[in-house]
């Protein structure tokens, strides 16, 4: 049976390279290769999209909507980039016994947004002493999926520290629901039901959130959460959590209506990473990368118009909100490239290489 990829592999290959290793445990399932036979089709124009693909070994034919094949071979640098089905790439097949990496490509794009969205927050705490497990944790609940790094950044500034005892009980159910908690240390157990009816149907661990379903449906407690032992739990106030938890409403913009705003003199930000950047951007991109945004915008202009992409454009949208809180104007491209036709990308990522650089007084020119 095949067995995970080792870390070194792992490194090589873009953007997994930029995932951190608690989220590369959660694709464990995922990174054992999955071998292909000469001729065999990894996908063709019928098959659903949704994965994305790696070449490990062997070689691949590789044929776009112009009907042109071209040909992927392992080791090249090509093929440390993800690839997926799509408008720009119709149908895929081995040509000689190949073996390729396949990933849900939605969560892979989620891991990813998350990771570059709040690895300086991570750093920051971590810098300044702070055990930074539980956010990890914390950060890992759905209930966080679509929150900015800024909001949680502000929500850290708004948490109450409070040292339990054992057997404290924290939540009844049937009260009425005025913060919620996170456990920063110690386990907890959640029991629904009273007298003969009490039954446990959960045990919470470090970076838990829980009593906050009772402050998004604005109903009762329905469950009584008691603590297992000595525990540290951090109390958020029920108008801190509105405030902070809501996603943000994010203006996105069409592609026609970019490129209208381009004309009139704002700017494309391209906050993939670097590699992926270099293998192809928009004229006279910037490439800010959402992890490395915050310490950049130093470099931009507070009154021109800023057009961020992604592939999905989650991480576009991420980088818009971080932008709008500090005082600029920005709009991300609606759906990312990935929502894009085969000619509009084409027509849209001309320009390779190391591409533009962003100068104090934001001025743009041409790197290297």
Known sequence: MNKPLLPDQVRRLTPLNALSPRQLQS???????RPLLATEWLFDDKSEVGSSYFLLTGSLSMQGPDGVARRMFAGSPESCHVFSAGSRLLQVQALEDSSVLVFDSAQLDRLLAWRQSHSDLLLQLATAGELTDWLEELLDNPLFAKVPAENVRNM??????????????????????????????????????FGRDEQVVAELGVGACFGEEALLTESPRNATVTLLEDACVLRLARQDFIA????????EL????????????????DVRLLDEYQRGH????????????????????????????CDSGKRSASAVFLLTQLGYIAYPLRGGLDALSAEDYAA??????SG???????????SG
């Open 156 to 193: 850290l500034g708004k948490l109450d520290s409070v040292e339990l005892s054992a057997g404290h009980v924290l939540l009844r159910e049937g009260d009425v629901g005025d913060c919620c908690y996170f456990l920063k240390s110690g386990r907890a157990e959640v029991m629904i039901g």
């Open 348 to 353: 849209l990522m001309c320009e390779q290489g």
């Open 254 to 269: 069409g592609l026609a209506q970019a490129n209208e705003l381009i004309a009139q003199g704002a700017q494309w930000l």
């Open 244 to 251: 902070l938890l809501k996603a943000p409403v994010v203006a």
């Open 27 to 33: 694709l464990r399932d995922q990174l054992i290769p």
């Open 282 to 309: 928009a004229p006279q991109a910037l490439n800010m990368p959402l992890h490395l945004l915050r310490l950049k915008t130093r470099l931009l202009k507070q009154d021109r118009v800023y057009l961020c992409y």
């Open 356 to 366: 533009y650089l962003a100068r104090s007084g934001g001025r743009t020119e041409r």
